[in-house]
């Protein structure tokens, strides 16, 4: 059939990026973690190379990649690599699926910003009071930089102000990694973990809404805690409202 000799990807580029699925969690994660398929023709599976590569998909597919893997992917389709067993290097951005993957592969070798990422381990960033002003000192700060970007066209648009914080998450370096003083002696491994080291910033993702227009975003931004320094990327902030719906209220 026409398979035989051809090899079948199916892809999206995201899933919804707005509308009420995108504002559940299961929404979130189809945006971030697209479709992807990829069949391998009989007749290459039955070779000792197509052998190789078809559990190295299979090993793959619960490992971490992104988009940037397809190119070196068909970069390997147009002229098979000699070494199909060895694990990839991490220092390339861009990986083959029909090669190894190593399983160690975090989102920071790979790429992907934190706003985007999957993998990581967020906590609640508003189960105190103190956390609670932070936050929402970092929500009015995002909006102001909202308005910042609409300076221009403020003689036609609304300045936006902050209606309410959904939830607010944040990443810090764990606590063994802080507490890492040095291992107790040169014989051994075993890790001194009497440090006392603080963290100096974290990453804080937020999910709020802004008025006039009920806009809903996920922000993730970088704070300095001895600066109170923000950083905010527009290309960390996703609009997860429909654009439109109920713009004067």
């Known amino acids: 059939g026409l398979l035989d000799d051809t090899i079948l990807i199916v892809m999206a580029d995201h899933g919804h990026r707005f509308a009420k699925l995108r504002q559940t969690h299961q929404g979130q994660l189809e945006e971030r973690l ?5 069949t391998l023709p009989k007749a290459l599976i039955a070779t000792e190379e197509g052998k190789k590569m078809y559990n190295n998909l299979e090993l793959n597919k619960d490992r971490l990649s992104s988009p940037f893997d397809i190119h070196q992917t068909l970069l390997d389709i147009l002229e098979f690599p000699a070494d199909l067993t060895t694990e990839q290097s991490v220092s390339s951005r861009s990986l083959s699926l029909l090669r190894l993957i190593p399983q160690s592969r975090n989102c920071d070798q790979a790429g992907i910003l934190p706003h985007w990422c999957t993998c990581l381990d967020w906590k609640d960033a ?28 403020l003689k036609i648009c609304a300045r936006l102000e ?21 291992v107790k002696n040169k014989d051994d491994d075993e890790p ?9 910033y974290a990453h804080y993702q937020l999910k709020i809404s802004t008025t006039p227009g009920r806009g809903v975003y996920e922000v993730t931004v970088l704070f300095e805690f001895p600066t109170r320094h923000l950083t905010l990327d527009l290309a960390s902030v996703s609009h997860v409202s429909q654009y439109g719906e109920d713009p004067i209220a």
Do not use: C, H, W
């Open 162 to 182: 902050l209606k309410s914080i959904e939830y607010a998450k944040k990443l810090i370096p764990k606590d063994v990694l802080l507490k890492y003083k040095d």
């Open 126 to 153: 508003m189960n105190s009071t103190e956390e609670n002003r932070l936050s929402t000192q970092i929500a009015a700060a995002i909006v102001e930089a909202f308005n910042e970007q609409l300076r221009d066209e």
């Open 192 to 200: 001194d973990l009497s440090g006392k080291t603080k963290a100096t």
């Open 34 to 38: 697209p479709f992807y398929s990829f």
